[in-house]
Structures are given as C-alpha cells and as structure tokens.
C-alpha cells in the first residue's frame, strides 16, 4: 500500500518519484510480481516517515512505466485500475500492507 495525499481514482494516471527506502523495496516487490499496489488517502499526517492515519478506501494501481535512478530512487508512471477497500492493516514491515479486497461499483436505477 502507497498512502498518499492525494485521491487516486480508476483510469487515472499517477506519476510518482519513490524515494523512500521502504517504498523502493516496495515497488522491488511489485515489479517482481503483478505489477499492482493499493493506493489510499491520507487522512491526518505525513506521506514521509510514517505514523500517519490512513483512510480505508482506496485505488488498485498498476505500473505501467518504471526507471530506477542511479542512487536507488524510482521514477513510476502508474494508472487507478479499481476501487479496493481495506479489510484490515497489516505491521509496516518492511512497507505499509494491507488486506484489500475489491469495491464494486453500484449501479444507478
């Protein structure tokens, strides 16, 4: 999970510079399996170092575009796949992870 400022909605494009050690290791992690991470919105607190208060609904984003930088740092172009709601957190070890599971969209009468 990448808790963020910001909202991440579905078909949206999302470029992001990864420079924190625990967030390289995460997209370490995704580039080595499906591509895919939950973005959710921070509510109270900072997107660096942590202890901040998460929202429990998010965006599955997939990396569409990935450069590690010479000193480590990753430079991403992601995009919103679905809406994900949180079932509950898991330790931040090494990085913020979640259960999730998918949020289906309601349909209107």
């Not at 924190?20 to 959710?40: K, S, T, W």
């Not at 429990?56 to 994900?84: C, F, H, K, M, Q």
């Amino acid at each position: 999970m990448f808790p963020l400022g910001m909202v991440l909605f579905p078909g949206q494009i999302l470029p992001l510079h990864v420079f924190e050690p625990r967030y390289r290791a995460m997209v370490q992690d995704c580039l080595a399996g499906d591509q895919h991470f939950g973005v959710v919105l921070i509510e109270r607190g900072s997107e660096v170092g942590g202890q901040d208060v998460r929202t429990d609904v998010g965006t599955r984003a997939r990396i569409l575009e990935s450069e590690e930088l010479p000193d480590g740092r990753w430079v991403l172009a992601t995009v919103g796949v679905e809406r994900i709601q949180v079932e509950r957190w898991l330790p931040d070890d090494p990085y913020p992870e979640a259960d999730a599971t998918r949020w289906p969209l309601r349909r209107r009468r």
